[in-house]
């Protein structure tokens, strides 16, 4: 049996979207970046770190595991979800007008075999005014959300520019858990 690892509407449906059978198990994670950890092995970290808390949580002998975490990125900052409608205001400042990176890590886990992909994308923000982020921000939107933005949602009118993956910066890159589900499948 497969199980993901995640709270996330938007990792469950991009999961159905691939067309593979799952059940979902609800893990809590600590998400603090230690000081000398690369933005990269932090969200490879976490990732890691939901798939085991979901496979212990499991308590299937026969589990397979996927967890996920997807953070934005800017000038070697982790832009984590923002803790109220001025940090969303203050997040979306930083990354108006500039390009960020949105890291993506997915890793498998089952009682014998761990195995991860790592999606990185870049992203451009248009020019924002303020007007323009006090109305995305009242919409609610950026709660929840890394980098306090939804691509698929109204934060999309945001993004001037994206390189990589579309579905990595929502939450799940679909084309690397796909492989991943697949090299997993194939040492089962």
Known sequence: MLYLASQSPRRRQLLEQIGVAFQVI?????????????????????????????????AD??????GSDTEVVLDDEV???????????????RLSGRTHEVISAVWAVDAR?????????????????????AAY???????????????QSRG?????????????????PVFETARLLARFAQRR
């Open 137 to 151: 921000v009242a919409t609610g939107e950026p709660f929840g959300k890394a980098g306090a933005y939804a691509i």
């Open 61 to 66: 002998p026969h589990a397979m595991v996927l």
């Open 26 to 58: 609800d893990v809590a994670v600590p998400e603090v970046r230690a000081a000398d950890e690369s933005p990269r092995h932090y969200v490879s970290r976490v990732a890691r770190d939901k798939a085991l808390a979901g496979l212990a949580a499991a």
């Open 79 to 93: 832009f984590g979800k923002p803790t109220d409608a001025a940090d969303a205001e203050a997040m979306l400042r």
């Open 113 to 133: 075999h761990q195995d991860s992909e790592v999606c990185v994308s870049r992203v451009r923000f248009a020019a924002l005014d303020e007007a323009t982020i």
């Open 156 to 172: 999309g009118v945001l993004v001037e520019h994206l390189e990589g993956s579309y579905s990595g910066v929502m939450g799940l």
